[in-house]
């Protein structure tokens, strides 16, 4: 057996009515309140009745008084009018960034050097404002941005993907990082052949980085001699530190500038240049608030070492 459902379609301006009526005793005071005229504030609690069912005010010539049922229902309806006034005063700040979640992945070399400042600047601007932040390797940024599980990503790599809308294309030159004493530390420059002829600290398979470094290195028709392989560049820095051999990392990396003593030096080849772009889902429109915070970022990149120009593939 089928049953019927009922749709009760509350309004608010007659909800609005039914307090103001309930609170002041009289519609005449209540309809000044509301400015409103006294035939419109009764056609509200008329049309209010009508949908709960029941009347709510008993009124004559002299007074109006709450029924119980009334009575019963002024506290409930009062706190659905305060819950509903604060989701549209909610729903509002989302809509014009007031408020809302900036859900970013990026590159952990993005996340330690320039975001926390970012996060700052955003806090000022907009502090109502939070974040949802993962930091991971690129594979996983665009992942993450493929999959709605954040709205931008900052990732390295080529980005030739139709899936994403390229908010900015720039590129982070990459380094070489040596001990003080190092050979090769007296140089002011560095070539490929430099570095094939000294044991390597690389990345991990997989990284951005590493991908830049093999692609260069295949470029000019040699093999580095790779000492170890760590996931972390912070790993890798150590190793360095530690007599272990040369590594190269992006010039960006606040790890390279977390250790005076060691020696950075450029290197003399185009190839050693990891691509960069901020992405998001094409087709999908980002919220208000992360629309103003990739404002920022976008200013952000522009002033930095990353070279580059936003909005390359719009």
Partial sequence: MQQSQTIIDLNLRDIRAFIAVARHGSFTRAATQLHLSQPALTVQIRRLEETVGVRLFDRNSRNVALTPTGRELLPVLAKSLHDMEHVLIDARALGDGASGTVRM???????????????????????????????????????????????????GGEWKDPAFDVLYAGADHLVAVLPPGHALARRKRLALADLAAVPLVLTAQGTSVRAVVD???????????????????????????????VTILPASAREVRAEPQLRVRPIDHDAFSRPIALIKKRGRTLPPVTQTFVGMVLDRLAASTLGGSPGASQ
């Fill in 105 to 155: 992945a990026c590159l952990p070399t993005f996340a330690a050097s320039e975001l926390p400042e970012l996060i700052q600047q955003m806090n000022v601007a907009v502090p109502r404002a939070g974040f949802y932040i993962r930091d991971a390797v690129a594979g996983v940024v665009e992942a993450l941005v493929r999959d709605e599980d954040v709205d931008i990503g900052l990732t």
């Fill in 215 to 245: 692609g260069a290195f295949a470029s000019g028709g040699c093999a580095p001699a790779i000492a170890c392989e760590p996931t972390y560049m912070m790993t890798a820095v150590a190793m360095v530190r530690a007599g272990l051999g």
